[in-house]
């Protein structure tokens, strides 16, 4: 049995998403995990695979830290249900986790500082605080979020546009049917979501119904995760 290792906030909350594209590529290819929460303080759960990030796997003899090299290990370990059917399939996964890595992540980041510090487990706190400050340069992170959230969700959206292109032909960013690329998306919305009540899209939006479609999917696995 995989054993996934994920990021946990109080209240056995599990925002990050990276983790979530993890488990979205397990639940594709049909395979059964268990599940190890790691707080920010409790690296030493993943010692043993030399990381200090989540996720990471246990996969029998194979030990794998990276969520990219995850998936790329589930489809050469496990055949059944491939997640990259062809070299082109690979190269736009990896395009796509790229451009959400690169600018949908960081366009959200401000907008949910706050209450991300506000729902981390009081024992990770002051990591939390410390190794976030580092990147913002300062502590006070409700006063950051409010200040980004003045400008409202409308950059946000405004950076989400090359997906909307996209989902206005068809319901998911891989056609008929989603798959990776999809999953890397979805994980920065579960990330929100988890972290915080704030409305980042409208609900005409394209990208609005494809992230309900999202979260509907592997029955409803996103849909029922623990919501701010
Ligand atoms: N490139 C890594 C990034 C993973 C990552 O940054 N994970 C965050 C959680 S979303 C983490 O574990 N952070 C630990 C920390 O900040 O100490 C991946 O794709 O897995």
Known sequence: MITLYDLVFQDDRRPSPFCWRAKFA???????????????????????????????IHDGAHVVKDSWAIVRHL???????????????LSYAHFVAGWVDTTVHPALFPLLIGDLYDRVRPADKSYFQESRAKRLGTTDFAA????????????FRA??????RVLKEQPFLCGEHPAYPDYAL???FLWARVASPFALLESDDPVH???????DLFDGMGRKAKAA
């Open 209 to 215: 119904a494809w992230r309900e479609r999202m979260l």
């Open 159 to 164: 950076v989400l546009e090359p997906a909307r």
């Open 26 to 56: 397990l639940k594709h290819k049909g395979l059964a995990w268990r599940d190890e929460p790691v707080g920010f303080t409790e690296k030493e759960k993943i010692a043993f695979a030399q990381s200090q990030t989540l996720p990471v």
């Open 75 to 89: 489809d050469k370990a496990h055949h059944e249900q491939p997640l990259f059917k062809s070299e082109m399939a």
């Open 186 to 188: 979805v994980g920065a």
């Open 144 to 155: 950051f979020q409010a200040k980004a959230r003045e400008k409202g969700p409308a950059a």
